[in-house]
């Protein structure tokens, strides 16, 4: 079986936006975004990763957030989903928003032009890697040892691996919320349509999931 | 985690019907009911487990197929599943529908009041029990190490489970066929709603995945 590069549980506006400029530590998703409203969806679910308390519901929602971890092997991320510093790291104090145990166990390689050591919490190693995108996905293959690897965002990010034609699928959550600014993912999801087949799934919960596989 | 009893891809008609009258080996869904027509949408996704080509799709349908095996450690299935024999065996030569390899790689618990030895087939092991649901259900977690149950069916079995309130998820898919006669799931997937919380939703392919999860 290929491995693929799969986006999972990517969240945008309804006008396709997924952050804000200004992205701080104060604000994660940057000015005007709260990740809360976006991502509400996923938190009410059984599955979603970063649930500490049981419950939560097992309909749609939840098949889509039980699929996170599955024959995942790697995670790619930009190095403003990994934090909201920019430039030369002035120190190695920030180990991302995770805390001791970060949802991704296994190796992630944070794209950045500014070198920095690998370290490890718990199941999951950072790696700091600084080459163009398909560079970097053929080292996140032969980490991920024959299974998938997600891409896991920011928006710049997906879009770099979009342009390379990297991707394989691509799973976006619409959520019902305008914000009119910010970092943009599409103009329409109609854009990928050359590329991709789609189904577009309306949830109970207010949130559209577009879900996207190579043609 | 609480260990679950789940159904999972479970098909039938528009009208609540899952299989005909008379089993046979000619027909294993009985008389008048096209297993072809009933599992298209499963049988056309990347990770039905009995594919055998590359291909398929990757969309909603997919992450119904691709959730079949996740967490599961074992299943139980009635013996109206497992053949078309009825009464006591008359011999151990039937092995099951599903060949040299079948798709469940686990233990699996049939149900039948008449004894035969266990048998294993690849990594699937069949094991032949005459407990009630309950008692079935503890040997089958038991064998399930700590992971969800599948209860695979058929239609009586998933009755009876019910009938003893012993189900946590069930996942049915409607198929827009109608067959007017034969093994009745339901008069309507309403009368689960006293027990279970909902998602309905409309597939492009046609059927429509109703999601229950317990209250």
Known sequence: MAQLLRVQNFNVSSDGIAAG???SFENPFGHGV???KLFAWAGAT???PMR???GGSRGLD???TRDYARNIGAEIMGRNKFGPQRGPWEDHEWCGWWGDEPPFRTPVFVMTHHERPSFTLSDTTFHFVSGDPATVL????EAAQGKDVRLG???TTIREFLDADLVDTLHVAVSPVELGSGLRLWDSPDELLDRFHRDVVPSP???THHLFWRK
């Open 21 to 23: 400029e200004d992205q």
């Open 62 to 64: 939840d098949y889509l």
């Open 138 to 141: 053929r080292q996140a293959k």
């Open 46 to 48: 059984a599955s979603w």
């Open 153 to 155: 965002g920011g928006v």
């Open 34 to 36: 709260d990740p809360a």
């Open 52 to 54: 500490t308390e049981p």
């Open 205 to 207: 919960s207010g949130v």
